[in-house]
Nanobody
């Protein structure tokens, strides 16, 4: 499956932003989907994920209550709604897909989008 992330940009602290990830070339509904991010000089980290069939979600502690992941299987899309953004959220955000259970380890994901940069100014 091919993934294309979009929606990044420059925002102010406290603002909201929605990232989108379009999938193609596979049976999207059979994949668990996740968003990861990587800040300069840091390792890639799990942000949020959603399972395939039952749509259970999981979040990193740092974003729980502020970010929300959702998916639209009819249109092969996954979204990350980000609210109350702060400068620590500045990173390149990647969408990723895997068959099976949701995992927080980036090494468990076979398919990756190209990343979209989110910059939050104070």
């Amino acid at each position: 499956v091919q993934l294309q992330a979009s929606g990044g940009g420059l925002v102010q602290a406290g603002d909201s932003q929605r990232l989108s990830c379009a999938a193609s070339g596979g049976t999207f509904s059979s994949f668990s989907m996740a968003w990861f991010r990587q800040a300069p000089g840091k390792e890639r980290e799990f942000v949020a994920g959603i399972t395939d069939s039952d749509r259970n979600t999981g979040y990193a502690d740092s974003v729980r209550g502020r970010f929300s992941i959702s998916r639209d299987d009819a249109n092969d899309m996954v979204y990350l709604q980000m609210n109350s953004l702060n400068p620590e959220d500045t990173a390149v955000y990647y969408c990723a897909a895997r068959k099976g259970f949701l995992r927080a380890d980036a090494n468990e994901y076979s398919f990756w989008g190209q990343g979209t940069l989110v910059t939050v100014s104070s």
